[in-house]
């Protein structure tokens, strides 16, 4: 028996450069199984003026601030729901929202989303599930990364895959089970440099191309402990901001050599963890295959560093999908997740998390 579930995922990510919306159809089978999913239709919203310099100061803020601004967050997401239907004349059966990371500290036991869900559903007039992460960090996980389910179910036939988001994050396929983790800050870094010449990103990597390598600022980046410390193991934007983009922003050198740098730095991290990967679980092949998604994908330097630094150490292959899986994986993980939930089956599995045992995550409002 088959049934079809069309569902709106929303992502807002750490590089804040919007809101990703996209209604994702699902073909499930009886006992549960993903038969065929698809991209039906996708957007991207701005964020309104004002909430990217708010998202970045929310780390501080107090707490009625915060319980406004989480209101506040929700309504405008499920309006911005609500006009994508309405514009592409589309019909869904429920939205899945991650919200926008404010506090992720699994070893204290908390994670906060921010967006309301009660608020999400009455603007959108559909049920929403969301905060999918506090199950997990409740039974002992990291509450990250969410991404393996899809690489599990949608993506199963590449080794590897890798999202280049403002974070930085690996999947590998291990047997029948998945082993999963941040590996560094991405784009939060280069566009943070960016900006610094006035621009939101370094399209292409232009810039960081025509800049050379600064070894002191290289040092300073692979000295955090976490790029040592064994998985599983997650970050958050604050330590991303206050560590990895604070010193490239207050290194004396030009954008373009700081570019050039923090390239490198991530594709090292990157290099570094598949080589971990495969020594760790006992890999042997001659030759893997990793697909890449996220913003960072459309950075051909950075795409040449990961690729040769990669190559130092094993044959692999680099996959980059379709433009639409570039840019709104993210938004059809959280699609994915929030079906999962509905139909009552583990979403984050505890293999990745490490947390005791797989979770049914996400909590349901009805409009």
Not at 167 to 187: E, L, M, P, Q, T
């Amino acid at each position: 028996m088959m049934k079809t579930l069309r569902v709106i995922g929303l992502m807002s990510g750490s590089s804040l450069d919007g809101l990703d919306v996209a209604l994702c159809v699902f073909s499930i089978g009886s006992p549960f199984s993903i038969r065929s999913w698809a991209i039906a239709a996708a957007e991207t919203f701005p964020l309104p003026s004002g909430w990217v310099s708010r998202l970045r100061a929310l780390p501080q803020a107090g707490a009625l601030e915060l319980a406004e601004a989480h209101a506040a967050f929700g309504e405008w997401m499920g309006r911005q729901a609500a006009v994508f239907m309405q514009k592409n004349q589309l019909r869904a059966d429920a939205v899945a929202s991650h919200g926008h990371t404010i506090f992720h500290y699994p070893e204290r036991h908390f994670t906060f989303q921010l967006g309301d869900g009660a608020a999400l559903a009455v603007q959108c007039g559909l049920p929403v599930v969301c905060d999918f992460r506090a199950s997990d960090v409740a039974l002992g996980g990291q509450g990250a990364p969410l991404a393996p389910i899809a690489d599990k179910l949608l993506f199963g036939q590449y080794d590897f895959c890798l999202n280049l988001g403002g974070i930085a994050n690996i999947s590998c396929h291990v047997g029948h089970r998945y082993v999963a983790y941040d590996v560094c800050g991405a784009n939060q870094i280069l566009n943070a440099l960016a900006a610094l010449a006035g621009k939101t990103c370094d399209d292409g990597g232009v810039m960081a191309a025509a800049g050379s390598e600064l070894p002191a600022l290289s040092r300073l980046l692979d000295a955090e402990t976490y790029f040592s410390a064994p998985y599983p193991k997650s970050l958050g934007n604050h330590w991303v901001q206050t560590y990895s983009v604070r010193q490239c922003i207050d290194y004396q050198g030009n954008v373009e050599d700081r570019l050039h740098t923090a390239c490198l730095h991530i594709a090292r991290q990157i290099a570094a963890q598949i080589r971990q990967l495969i020594a760790r679980e006992g890999l042997k092949k001659n030759t893997y295959s990793m697909l890449v998604t996220g913003g960072g994908a459309y950075n051909t330097f950075l795409i040449d560093c990961i690729h040769k630094a990669c190559n130092e150490a094993t044959e692999l292959d680099l996959h980059i999908p379709d433009t639409a899986t570039i840019d709104y994986k993210e938004a059809l993980l959280m699609a994915l997740a929030g079906v999962l939930r509905l139909e009552n089956t583990a979403n984050c599995m505890a293999t990745v998390t490490g947390a005791s045992r797989d979770a049914i995550g996400g909590a349901v409002y009805l409009p």
